[in-house]
């Protein structure tokens, strides 16, 4: 039997699934190796969610993304002894102008895409790792990258451009946008559960430590709220989201800063973490009395509401709206506060419901139909590597 093995790299973390290969991908095991760096913890899963293992890694294995993955990889094969892994799927989060569709990985495509990690610095490489682990480990598996950024190719130009001078445009500077493995599987479970849902104009907020929001019209990607990098948009766990160019000019002229440390002040230090001073965990900051996690969760809960009804203007309307990610899915305080007051966009939401985590939301004197979904990139990643794989 064939098997499709799913990475998933981080910044600080390694995603992990093994799969029967098939029309439909069929997941033995899913885990997560978290924490890569310091006191990592690896964690596995079988195909009902239930937990098979809990393992605090030794430091060697901790250390970095290829020692997780080795550790990853151990615990399957002690599990799943005879899996046949005829394919790897990789999460690749910059897939730059010409990557729309997933890709068998050759050597010449692995070098466009280290060209691209000066686009996306802090998530590339660690991509790539994975891809030269996974190929040292298994040399004769198909390779396969999927890109966070092709479900967004299908942009508008009003949607995809700088008001720069064109050149920067042609070399690459535009709106390309992120968490597109996630918006893709919602796509597809909305065809499934709500074809004309889908056939709308439907406003998708993947909120997480990473938080982004697209607006799609028939399930294609209209316009989203990140946009040259990870950064844009919405605050996030550690990044600051939207933030005024000037400020990166007083920070550069008048604070001395150099460009690392503008990067480590906007990737590892801002959003959350930085408005709370408190905590990048929205379970902390909700759990705390501090009034400047109060104020954390207000700012998150604006910037949302403020970029739901900028999104619903390039959709010329909005049909529904459909929380996903790690707070989209659990939170209801903050998804009460997204819809709280929003009557005049069509919103009404149904507070039991909400506090349920229940599918549908939204109260029958609702326009707009408000829903929760569980995401699964990993399972897109192995829809594709399988097919590729033949």
């Not at 993947?206 to 990098?229: E, I, K, P, V």
Request: proline letters at 4%; glycine letters at 10%; a negative charge.
């Amino acid at each position: 039997m064939a098997h499709v093995l799913v990475l998933n790299a981080g910044s600080s973390s390694l995603k992990f699934g093994l799969f029967v290969k098939g029309d439909e991908p069929q997941a033995l095991a899913t885990g997560l190796v978290d924490r890569i760096g310091g006191a990592a913890q690896l964690s596995l899963r079988n195909a009902a969610g239930e937990r098979m293992l809990d393992l605090d890694l030794p430091p060697d294995q901790a250390r970095d993304h290829h020692g997780a993955l080795h550790a990853a990889l151990a615990e399957i094969e002690a599990r799943f002894p005879d899996a046949q892994v005829v394919a790897v799927g990789h999460r690749i989060v910059h897939g730059g102008r010409d990557f729309a569709d997933p890709v068998e990985l050759t050597l010449d495509v692995i070098a466009q895409l280290q060209a691209l990690v000066p686009f996306a610095p802090l998530h590339q490489p660690h991509n790539l790792a994975g891809v030269q682990a996974a190929m040292a480990e298994f040399p004769h598996a198909r390779q396969v990258a999927c890109f966070d950024t092709a479900f967004h190719r299908s942009h508008p130009f009003v949607n995809d451009t700088f008001a720069l001078p064109r050149a920067y445009y042609d070399k690459g500077v535009r709106r390309y946008g992120f968490h597109g493995l996630s918006y893709d599987y919602i796509s597809g479970a909305l065809r499934q559960m709500a074809p004309t849902l889908h056939a709308g104009r439907v406003v998708v907020a993947h909120l997480g430590n990473g938080a982004s929001m697209c607006g799609m019209l028939a399930g294609r990607s209209l316009a989203s709220t990140m946009g040259f990098s990870a950064l844009d948009g919405l605050p996030m766990g550690t990044r600051s989201g939207q933030l005024d160019p000037g400020v990166l000019l007083y920070l550069l002229e008048q604070e001395g800063m150099d460009a690392p440390e503008i990067s480590d002040l906007l990737y590892k230090r801002s959003g959350l973490l930085g408005l709370s001073g408190l905590s990048h965990d929205m379970r902390t900051l909700e759990a705390s009395d501090d009034p400047h996690a109060r104020q954390a969760i207000d700012y998150f809960t604006f910037r949302i509401r403020r970029e739901l009804g900028g999104l619903a203007a390039a959709l010329d309307g909005l049909d529904a709206v459909v929380f996903t990610g790690g707070i989209g899915e659990n939170s209801a305080r903050i998804r009460h506060a997204v819809c709280a007051g929003m009557g005049w966009i069509g919103i009404e939401i149904d507070e039991d419901a909400n506090a349920q985590n229940a599918t549908v939301i939204s109260s029958d004197l609702s326009r707009v139909r408000v829903l929760v979904l569980a995401t699964n990139e990993e399972l897109v990643i192995a829809r594709a590597a399988g097919n590729l794989a033949g």
